[in-house]
C-alpha cells in the first residue's frame, strides 16, 4: 500500500483514527477544527469539510496538534470524569441548600454548613421538613456522599499515575505545580516541542494579553482565555496558593512577585506568576530539563 498524507479535523476519537492510521504507514496530520472552519465555503455539508481539510492541510502556516498516546487519553479521561464529579457534587449541595431553605432552614456557607443541614435531614423529630421533602433530601445526601467517596478514589488514582511518571514527578519541583496540575500537563502535550517558545505555550492556554493592535501601535488587553480552560484552571489556582502563602511566610527566591504583589491585586499577580509557571514547565518539558531554583535577582 503506498504511503500518503492526510489531514483530520482534531475533534473526538481523531486521535484513535490517527494511531490507526499511522500504524498502516500514512502520515496523518490533525488540525484544530477552528483552523479548518475559515476554508469552508458557503454552507456546511460533508463534501465541503472535506474539501476545507484538503485545502487547509496543504497551508504552508497551518499549525498541527500531535497525537495523543493512550497512556494521555486515559489520564485526560481520569481528571475530565474527576471534574465532571466536581460539578456534580457542587449541583447537589447546591439543591440540598435550596430545598431546605424552602422551609426556612439555612446553614453558613462551607462543608460545616452542608453538614448541619444534613444532620437535620437525617433527624425524624425534627418536624420542619416535611417526611415527602426529608425522603428526597435523604436521597440527595447519599449521592452527595457517593461522589465524595468516588472523587477521592479520583485523587488516589491521579496520584498514584504521578508517580510513576517520570515527567509529572519533575514538574512537581516547580512552585506552585502540584501533582494534579503536573499530570494534566503530561496528558494534554503530546509533544512540548511543537511549540517554538514558553510564549506560545502560555498563549495555547490563554494566559497571554489579548492583542488589538493596528497600524503599528501595539494594544494589549487583559488575558485571551483561549485555549485549554481547565489547564489554565490548574495555573491559576497554583498561583494562588503561591501568593496566599506569601503573604502569611514570604518567599525566597521570588523578589520579583514580592514587587508585583506590593503594586498590583493578588489576582492580577496571580495571572502573572501562572504565566511564568506555564513557560517554566514548557522548558522543562521542551529540553527534558530538571528544574532549577532561580537566583534572586529583583527584576
Not at 514587587?259 to 492580577?268: D, E, H, S, T, Y
Request: aromatic fraction near 6%; charged fraction near 25%.
Amino acid at each position: 500500500m503506498p504511503i500518503r498524507q492526510g489531514g483530520i479535523e482534531a475533534c473526538a476519537s481523531s486521535h484513535y483514527w490517527s494511531r490507526e492510521l499511522q500504524a498502516l504507514g500514512h502520515i496523518v496530520r490533525l488540525m484544530p477544527p477552528a483552523y479548518v472552519k475559515p476554508d469552508v465555503k458557503r454552507q456546511k455539508n460533508d463534501a465541503a469539510d472535506a474539501e476545507a481539510i484538503c485545502e487547509a492541510v496543504t497551508r504552508a502556516n497551518m499549525r498541527f496538534v500531535p497525537t495523543k498516546m493512550p497512556e494521555q487519553q486515559s489520564c485526560l479521561t481520569l481528571h475530565r470524569t474527576r471534574h465532571l464529579f466536581i460539578r456534580q457534587q457542587t449541583a447537589v449541595i447546591n439543591s440540598i441548600r435550596a430545598h431546605l431553605a424552602e422551609f426556612g432552614i439555612v446553614a453558613p456557607v462551607g462543608r460545616k454548613g452542608v453538614t448541619e443541614l444534613l444532620h437535620v435531614v437525617a433527624d425524624p423529630s425534627d418536624k420542619r421538613v416535611p417526611e415527602v421533602a426529608r425522603a428526597c433530601l435523604a436521597a440527595l445526601g447519599t449521592q452527595l456522599l457517593r461522589l465524595k467517596q468516588q472523587i477521592l478514589e479520583f485523587d488516589r488514582m491521579i496520584m498514584a499515575w504521578h508517580r510513576s511518571n517520570q515527567t509529572s514527578k519533575r514538574l512537581h519541583y516547580i512552585l506552585g505545580v502540584g501533582p494534579m496540575l503536573a499530570t494534566a500537563l503530561v496528558a494534554s502535550v503530546a509533544d512540548p516541542r511543537t511549540f517554538r517558545s514558553g510564549r506560545n505555550f502560555s498563549a495555547r492556554i490563554g494566559l497571554v494579553p489579548k492583542q488589538h493592535s493596528s497600524g503599528g501601535k501595539d494594544k494589549l488587553g487583559s488575558i485571551s482565555k483561549q485555549g485549554d480552560r481547565y489547564l489554565r484552571g490548574l495555573f491559576v489556582v497554583g498561583a494562588l496558593a503561591v501568593i496566599r502563602y506569601a503573604k502569611v511566610h514570604g518567599i525566597k527566591h521570588r523578589p520579583w512577585l514580592t514587587a508585583l504583589l506590593a503594586r498590583r491585586p493578588a489576582k492580577v499577580a496571580a495571572i502573572a506568576f501562572a504565566n511564568k509557571i506555564a513557560r517554566m514547565a514548557w522548558a522543562m518539558m521542551a529540553r527534558d530539563d530538571q528544574y532549577k531554583e532561580p537566583v534572586a535577582l529583583a527584576r
